[in-house]
């Protein structure tokens, strides 16, 4: 098991990383919209609206996996968490032009408030490159 780490996405608030790539796999953590530069120590701001957001949390999630040595295209599940079923448009049509015609299995989870009132939280798995 790795412990993924890379300063261009958002670093770890709590007790988790970033990603672990274990058995074939990464397992990217949560990742909420935060706008870069982010630096360790340091909570930058939201991104304002959902799809900034999802925008936000995706450029970070991507930073992830090609830190790992992949990529969206290497994606095989994906949830989505947002606190409002109202979202949903919006957010998905970000989601789907950043993914393209990749379509790794998703779940879209309404669910109550996100922490520091985030409209968007987005964790995956990926297939991992061969070592």
Do not use: C, K
């Not at 397992?27 to 909570?43: D, I, K």
């Not at 939280?121 to 990926?126: H, K, L």
């Amino acid at each position: 098991m790795d412990i993924l780490y890379t300063p261009h996405a958002t670093p770890p608030a709590g007790h988790y990383s970033q990603a672990v790539r274990a058995n074939g796999f990464i397992f990217v953590s949560g990742q909420l919209g935060f706008l870069p530069p982010v630096r360790p120590g340091e909570r930058p701001p939201l991104a304002q609206g959902a799809a900034a957001q999802t925008e936000a949390a995706l450029r970070s999630l991507a930073a992830i996996l090609e830190a790992a040595g992949a990529s969206l295209a290497s994606v095989v599940n994906v949830t989505v968490y947002i606190p409002d079923v109202g979202l949903w448009n919006e957010v998905n049509s970000v989601y789907e032009r950043s993914f393209g015609e990749h379509r790794p299995a998703r779940a879209m989870v309404p669910t109550r408030d996100l922490h520091y009132g985030a409209l968007v939280e987005i964790s995956a798995i990926a297939v991992a490159p061969p070592a």
